[in-house]
């Protein structure tokens, strides 16, 4: 089992800026990939950015140029640095690590963004 715990959500205005943590513990397989998802009221679940254990980062074309997704792997550690915020970014984050060579897949328990226009 893997645990994933988030941190960094809150309220901000528009144009503001916001860094979300999330910390894997247990049992973490080294091929992989950790990412950041959102879900907003009454939307799907969708991809905001990805970064995988060889750096290889993927992004949704609404946060291109605001968001940035790096990781630290002695800690375990994925962070999304979100920047020139919009309400649209307003929604549950969940945090992700998936098994590139296996089915394996954890999701943390989400963290709320806010951002008042």
């Known amino acids: 089992q893997v645990q994933l715990v988030e941190s960094g959500g809150g309220s901000v205005q528009a144009g503001g800026s916001l860094t979300l943590s999330c910390v894997a513990s247990g049992s973490i397989f080294n091929v992989n990939a950790m990412g950041w998802y959102r879900q907003a009221p009454g939307k799907e679940r969708e991809l905001v950015a990805s970064v995988t254990s060889f750096t290889t980062t993927t992004y949704a074309d609404s946060v291109k140029g605001r968001f940035t997704i790096s990781r630290e792997n002695a800690k375990n550690t994925v962070y999304l640095q979100m920047d020139s915020l919009k309400p649209e970014d307003t929604a549950v984050y969940y945090c992700?690590?998936?098994?590139?060579?296996?089915?394996?897949?954890?999701w943390g328990q989400g963290t709320q963004v806010i951002v008042s226009s």
């Open positions: 992700n690590i998936r098994s590139l060579i296996s089915t394996r897949n954890y």
